[in-house]
């Protein structure tokens, strides 16, 4: 049986009645009762306006003017974190004023949803006063100005200026700084970062200038940032734990093996040949995604350093079959495997996923074997994801569960399985003792009134498991 349903923490409770009182009570748009507001929340402590402020800009369906009353009202110069939410335009400048008048003790602020691109200068001099800062989410937003303000945080671990910013190759040259280790810069598949200049070119700089830097996401050809480096200072090390490169070539290999020696997540997408199987020099890699890789060079990997992978991700492999069982047998330790648009098999069944924890397949050519397979022979699954066509049936899931005990899964994800009715669902739900979420059953042979009786099955049981999707059945 899926479990019970907990009785909810009294602080919860609490935040919630209160916060249900203060959008109540905040709701007017002339701001009479703020005053009151804030000399009863004088002797709150910091956690509880947090959770407080955090719990009502979350709040779905909540107008625009009562969430900024409420962040009006709530923040505060203990507040250490803010995540503002999507507001209409006409509020960004007020939000910048409040942030600057209230929140000097600031440790982590968010933007997105708040694009304030269009006042770089009221931007800048709300940064100027968060000595404190140690995330700072802000992307499609900067330019050279808040660039370089953003730059002499000196607490400053984590930055986000993705997307399309209006920041030059000067201005991006001038990232400096000994406390940034996680940058995301640049978007997706794009390989030019400033509307003038060679991104490489500047990218090698930036490395260079962020010594501590571990991670740089989002921008996806960090190779040839780091080939421009290598040939520059071919002794350097950076600290790098995690890049995104695409059309790798041998030599960019080389220097990613050089520069990198702790790189312990790779993407690349699209990899030359006989590039992957010189991929196992990086002795601390664990996490690996491919996208469009060769199949020889990627079988290659595997065989000779499959055993250090935790986590696989492939995604576009058109001319070979992917054997999940030789997978199996290659990465012993694997505990996450996901497949994007491949060919899948399974040869040698009797093998065992001993640490697998998460499956994702999605717009696979993928049988009933294979499936089977991945859930008789992974016994502490935890997630599985199906996003294709399935042809189990309802005697395929008894027989599942007279086989399997299912101890650890929590979440099962069947897109479209037709041959599948309410009948599976109660099989899943009384079997799996940990199940808590169970989808998507709009593409299951489940009808609307099959649907309303299971939720009042669950709802007057009590059970801790969500059928989805959630809300009115189709």
């Known amino acids: 049986m899926s479990p019970k349903n ?35 929340l004088l002797d709150a402590t910091y956690e509880v306006i947090q959770d407080l402020l955090k719990l009502i800009l979350n709040t779905e369906n909540l107008d625009a003017s009562t969430r900024f009353s409420c962040l009006h009202v ?167 734990t995690y890049i995104h490169d695409t059309d790798t070539d041998k030599e960019i290999l080389e220097a990613i093996v050089h520069l990198c020696p702790k790189l312990q997540s790779v993407h690349l997408n699209s990899p030359q040949e006989g590039v992957l199987c010189s991929l196992g020099r990086l002795k601390s890699l664990n996490s690996l995604k491919l996208s469009r890789p060769v199949y020889r060079d990627l079988a290659c990997y595997l065989a000779k350093s499959g055993g250090r992978l935790q986590v696989l991700k492939l995604n576009l492999i058109k001319e ?77 899931i008894f027989r599942l569960c007279a086989d399997c005990e299912f101890q650890c899964l929590e979440e099962l994800w069947f897109s479209s399985a037709r041959c599948l009715t309410a009948t599976s669902v109660e099989l899943l739900m009384g079997h799996c003792p940990n199940l808590r979420v169970l989808g998507q059953l709009s593409g299951w042979d489940v009808s609307s009134s099959d649907m309303e009786y299971l939720r009042t099955i669950i709802i007057s049981s009590n059970i801790d498991l969500t059928l989805l999707p959630v809300g009115v059945f189709p």
């Open 6 to 40: 907990e009785v909810l923490p009294l602080n919860f409770q609490c935040l919630k009645y209160v916060s249900n009182i203060l959008i109540h009570v905040l709701s007017d748009d002339e701001g009479k009762n703020y005053a009151i507001v804030e000399k009863y």
């Open 74 to 240: 709530l923040l505060r110069e203990d507040i250490r974190r803010v995540d503002t939410g999507v507001f209409p335009h006409s509020y960004y400048e007020k939000i910048m004023e409040i942030l600057k008048a209230k929140c000097g003790n600031l440790q982590h602020l968010n933007l997105k949803g708040v694009w304030v691109r269009e006042h770089p200068i009221l931007l800048s001099n709300l940064l100027k006063k968060l000595r404190y800062l140690r995330v700072l989410i802000m992307p499609h937003i900067p330019d050279d100005l808040v660039l370089e303000t953003a730059t002499r945080l000196s607490k400053l671990s984590v930055l986000d200026v993705s997307g399309e910013c209006t920041f030059s190759e000067n201005g991006l040259r001038n990232l400096k700084s000994d406390s940034i280790r996680i940058l995301h810069i640049g978007m997706y598949g794009k390989k030019e970062i400033c509307l003038d200049g060679d991104s490489s070119d500047v990218m090698a700089d930036v490395i260079m200038q962020l010594p501590n830097l571990n991670v740089l996401k989002i921008y996806s050809f960090a190779g040839s940032a780091l080939l421009k480096l290598y040939k520059n200072k071919p002794d350097y090390k950076s600290k790098l």
């Open 320 to 396: 070979h079959r992917i054997d999940v069982s030789e997978v199996c047998i290659y990465a012993p330790e694997l505990q996450t495997l996901e497949c994007f648009k491949l060919s899948l098999c399974c040869l040698q069944p009797d093998n065992y996923f001993m640490n697998l924890r998460t499956v994702e397949i999605l717009y696979c050519d993928v049988s009933g074997n294979v499936l089977r397979y991945l859930l008789m022979n992974t016994p502490f699954l935890k997630r599985i994801v199906v996003g294709d066509v399935i042809a189990m049936t309802d005697g395929d």
